[in-house]
């Protein structure tokens, strides 16, 4: 997805994210993260009740699952 526009942050540290990225990812959250001083965010997809979907086999490894430990460390990865 191309560079959009500077974004404006709210005096309550609120941003927007552009209704063209939320209608491609589908995301109805999202998590952040620093990586050397750039804010990465990353959709997540939650459940009616509310848990979010961390690992979606069809989405995220081309419908192969995982083994326990490799999901391990990605969680991990994004604790750091």
Request: proline share 5%.
């Amino acid at each position: 997805m191309p560079t959009t526009p500077a974004r404006r942050i709210t005096s309550k540290g609120q941003i927007t994210l552009p209704a063209a990225w939320r209608k491609k990812t589908g995301a109805d959250a999202v998590v952040m993260r620093d990586v050397g001083g750039v804010l990465e965010i990353r959709p997540v997809h939650t459940t009616k009740r509310g848990d979010m979907i961390i690992f979606n086999a069809d989405r995220d490894n081309g419908g192969k699952g995982i083994e326990v430990g490799e999901l391990i460390k990605i969680l991990r990865s994004l604790d750091k």
